[in-house]
């Protein structure tokens, strides 16, 4: 390979790298501007599943406690809010890599038209949260 295009190869690889860390950051990240509460905020990955009687959200918030996890209603949006943070034990601890974001969340996710009741549970890494249908 001449050095010409071993530079080309490596400004190629590296120029790729930035793209795939941009799309990271709006895809997973997806920090948000200041909210109401006038603190930055980060978007955890959801899912959001409808059957007949309920609509299940799992949303990706590993070592996060349900009970610590904010869900409202605000109007036909629900806003699901918290903070992720690094267990006590590890606050002194040297961070080798910390890819999972830490820091104040929030998620809002548009509704269907309706009257829910909302339960939290645990599941694999995920905070769940469970809207039961009312008529």
Known sequence: MRPKDSLNWMLSDAIEA????ERLHQQFLNIRPLT???????????????????????????????DDVEAALDGGTLVISGRRTLPPELRNARILRLELPQ????????????RYTITRFAAHGCVGLRLGKSS
């Open 103 to 114: 820091g104040r969340f929030e998620r809002r996710i548009q509704l269907p038209t309706g």
């Open 18 to 21: 930035l793209a795939r860390a």
């Open 36 to 66: 109401e509460s006038r603190e930055p905020s980060w978007e955890p990955p959801t899912d959001v599943i409808e059957t007949d009687d309920e609509i299940l959200i799992l949303v990706a918030l590993p070592g996060v406690d349900p």
